[in-house]
């Protein structure tokens, strides 16, 4: 289904005066501060945020899965549900596919349908934390990492065939995440086990296209306990110089133990030059892949700030591929990911709002009660006004869940789709 914009425009109406008033409030307001409003404005406009294909259905956990009606269940499907997102939001310009949750039978035609939506190809998954029916060795004790050749040789020549997908649909990006670990102490040879990886991604390396990138995600545990080959930033950073140019460290907010603080290795990777890619979440204990800005929205601030900072200061820094990279439970995914977006731009705007001239006065001048004023200053500005000026600019809708809700669009799904489709992916 696709949504009917002048649906949206009509819906919007109601909506526009209130809007106007508060806008134009604001807008004086910041431009009295010295911002340049209109250029902010265009910042957001322009800042789109990837959807993962295993993101528009119900997550689960070990325990159950309660299903939301009206899942996507094909990959068509699911590309129309980001190009509805995208619709209303004017933020989600891409979709990331996961293979082999997303083969997609005829890739001319599914390229031609995503760009009907308006959307391009993000980076391509590849997947060697499940064993594939019919598949002839197990990746039960590890995949690029393992000590059996076979099994290493058949993860990397998966990781080929997902490039090989992947410039068929015009994407220019590889992301490796490795469940490899172990669950005990002495199961693995950590050297061992880091050389054949490192060997592995070289190989797999070898194959990226002239203009492709690799991004290589890190994460401390899960799904094994006590140890996992790339663990930190620093492994992941390790083996990005080791594979050359083309590969660069991909941050998962979910992927650090608590406390972690995030916004340092940012920074330090863009300094770097190896900060390629970016998936979006938040969490209370660990990888909860719960709504981005849902529970910690002061530290993903602080984080933009350094992502803004090494924009405009580190052009050794390709700018970074933004996903989102959630589960919903409980939450309508639609929604749920209107929130996420909601909050990341939001996030973003606010790290757009931090005056860098006087904070770096202030911290030359060690004046630290200044430097907090300051970040508290842009952090404590309401800029939701900014986010719906540029979505009406774009074309999108002044309030996205508010047009999801009231034009009843999941009922049209349901309809649509059945009650019972289930969406494959997490
Ligand atoms: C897993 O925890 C990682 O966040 C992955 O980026 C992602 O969720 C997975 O690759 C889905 O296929
Ligand atoms: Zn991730
Ligand atoms: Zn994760």
Known sequence: MKI???????????????????????????????????????????????????????????????????????????????????????????????IPWDVPEDPEKIKALTKSHGLTFDAMNSNTFQDQPNQEHSYKFGSLC????????????????????????????????????????????????????????????AQLPEDWKLFIEYKPYEPYFYSTVIQDWGTSFMLANECGPKAYTLVDLGHHLPNTNIEQIVATLMMKGKLGGFHFNDSKYGDDDLTVGSIKPYSLFLIFNELVYGMENNPQNPYPAWMIDASHNTKDPLEDLMQSLEAILMAYTKALLVDQKALKSAQQENDVVECQEILHQAYNTDVRLLLERARILNGGALSPIKAFRNLEIRKQLVLERGKHSVASGL
């Open 4 to 98: 009917d914009i002048s649906r949206v425009q009509e819906h919007d109406k109601k909506l526009m005066e209130s809007h106007n008033q508060s806008f134009y409030f604001l807008a004086n307001t910041l431009e009295k501060q010295g911002f340049d409003v209109e250029n902010i404005i265009k910042k957001i406009a322009d800042f789109q945020v990837a959807i993962p294909s295993w993101a528009l259905g119900a997550g689960g956990t070990r325990f159950g899965r309660f299903s939301y009606h009206g899942e996507p269940g094909n990959l068509e499907q699911k590309i129309a549900d980001v190009g509805m997102l995208h619709a209303l939001t004017q933020s989600a310009g891409a979709i990331s596919l996961h």
């Open 146 to 205: 393992s000590v059996n050749t076979k099994a290493r040789e058949q993860a990397i020549q998966h990781n080929i065939d997902v490039i090989r997908i992947g410039e068929k649909l015009g994407s220019k990006s590889l992301t490796v995440w490795l469940a490899d670990g172990a669950n005990f102490p002495g199961q693995n040879n950590f050297q061992t086990v880091l050389k054949n990886t490192q060997d592995s991604l070289k190989q797999i390396y």
